[in-house]
């Protein structure tokens, strides 16, 4: 998708898993509980004209052009909205007509994705790689043709992926105890999908208990039970949960897996908080101590042909970025048993170290650039410690023949994880609300599994990709 301006509405944003659900208030027929009840005190109560827009529907007097009543249901809400008895003057002034009679069903059913062949549709793992390179971005366009449109349908093709897939992995990363007193520990599904939504829009606690209500309305049904802000917010930042959302986002990238060996990019980069830290000392700077926001570092590693992000680690601004690969990245990559051909890092991970651990254990090719003073591959110091010496020195060739165009060749594809960062600090946010614990990592993974899973959707309606093996997933 490299621009939305020459694409279709088809190919624009997310894929569509699933038709957005119809709606169900209207300005005019009888959809509501409100609207049905104005229709029923028409039809029994005595409705009189007072003349200049202004009516008697039994004890209530409504000012039909100001869309206003005296009865409790018309002054207790705020804004001040449509009582039935407006409804009662409207449907007397003009019955409805038969068609308005008729309720539509709301009824929320995800249907199957499009099975779809992807080794057919695409004959070799090449050629799925360049078209992923052409075609796919993290960005989302603000002026790309249809892009509001797409806004207002996303969010519901996304519930229509994630929650049935929710509901199957949600018992088997069940990891809390059951308490003996108090209330009863809600399924991991219905918060794990409330964690979701709190992630994707970027809400408030609150205000994402507020979108649960109106899932789990009846004249909806897509959820049956809802719970608190409370409980989201103790579960967002809890440490047992943690280790549910790095393997959810493992799951999520692990559809890729069809696309054959991955090219992989990582990278750290910083998102604020609300706490303020100081920078300047009193007496040592000569001036009064002064403060700035503090911010998290987030250690990425993504799939640079599709964007999916398949490890992340957030830690202390001061956190070496060189302890985080070699201590935390490289061990899951290894566990999550990845085909990995190339690694892309750029001059901060510059350690033969990190190019040794990549070769050995990832068996992958790393691409990390040296320093312009670097007149070796391996130091004296590492040579005999260096397992992956000959490999090493073979792409330092690279670097340094012919100006290096045949490691620029290689590595010109590690800009994709900064794209990334700017897609996913656009859309879900680039600060966290959580101060400490694990709050603000859990936060940042939640980011990063709803970025994963648009990248899903993006790639099942750019070329197929089949996500129902995510969603029948038995996770052990």
Wanted: aromatic share 8%; proline share 5%.
């Amino acid at each position: 998708m490299a621009n939305r301006d020459d694409q279709t509405d088809e190919t624009t944003g997310a894929a569509s898993a699933a038709p957005v659900p119809p709606e169900f208030v209207r300005e005019r027929g009888v959809y509501t509980k409100v609207q049905i009840t104005g229709l029923e005190l028409a039809r029994t109560a005595d409705v009189e004209s007072q003349g200049g827009g202004v009516w008697t529907v039994g004890d209530c007097i409504v000012n039909f052009r100001r869309n206003e009543g005296t009865c409790a249901a018309s002054r207790k809400s705020r804004p001040r909205t449509r009582c039935p008895h407006w409804w009662a003057v409207a449907y007397t002034v003009e019955p409805p007509s038969p068609e308005e009679l008729v309720q539509p069903e709301i009824a929320v059913v995800a249907p199957a994705p499009q099975q779809i062949d992807v080794a057919a549709k695409m004959p070799s793992d090449e050629d799925l790689r360049r078209i992923a390179r052409e075609k796919v971005q993290g960005g989302y366009k603000r002026d790309a043709k249809g892009y509001d449109e797409h806004l207002r349908s996303e969010f519901g093709e996304t519930m229509f992926v994630v929650k049935p897939f929710f509901d199957v992995v949600g018992p088997h990363l069940e990891n809390r105890e059951q308490k003996k007193r108090g209330p009863k520990n809600m399924p991991m599904s219905d918060l794990l999908f409330a964690a979701f939504i709190h992630g994707h829009m970027n809400w408030s606690f609150r205000r994402t208990e507020g979108m649960l209500k109106f899932l789990a309305d009846p004249r909806i049904g897509f959820i049956e039970d809802h719970p608190g802000f409370n409980r989201i917010d103790h579960f967002v930042r809890a440490p047992s949960t943690t280790p549910v959302l790095r393997d959810l986002l493992a799951l999520t990238a692990d559809p890729f897996r069809a696309f054959g060996k991955m090219t992989l990019a990582g990278d750290g980069t910083g998102l604020s908080t609300n706490r303020f830290d100081d920078w300047m000392i009193e007496g040592k700077h000569g001036i009064e101590n002064r403060g700035t926001r503090g911010w998290r570092k987030a250690h990425v590693v993504c799939d640079s042909d599709v964007l999916a992000i398949v490890a992340c680690y957030v830690t202390d601004k001061d956190v070496s970025e060189k302890r985080v690969i070699l201590d935390h990245i490289v061990p899951e990559l290894e566990v999550r048993d990845y085909d990995i051909e190339k690694f892309l890092l750029d001059g901060g991970y510059n350690a033969t170290e990190i190019r040794d651990e990549i070769i050995e254990i990832l068996n992958a090719v790393p691409y990390v650039p040296w320093g312009s003073n670097s007149r070796r591959a391996v130091s004296y110091r590492w040579r005999n410690l260096v397992k992956n010496a000959p490999l090493i020195e073979e792409v330092y060739a690279r670097f340094k023949a012919d100006e290096g165009a045949a490691f620029k060749a290689e590595y010109r594809y590690r800009v994709k994880v900064e794209n990334l960062f700017s897609s996913i600090k656009t859309r879900f946010g680039g600060s966290v609300r959580a101060l400490e614990g694990n709050g603000p990592e859990n936060e940042v993974l939640l980011k990063c599994i709803c970025h994963n899973v648009h990248m899903l959707l993006l790639a099942a309606k750019v070329y197929g990709l089949d996500i129902n093996a995510m969603i029948g997933t038995k996770a052990a």
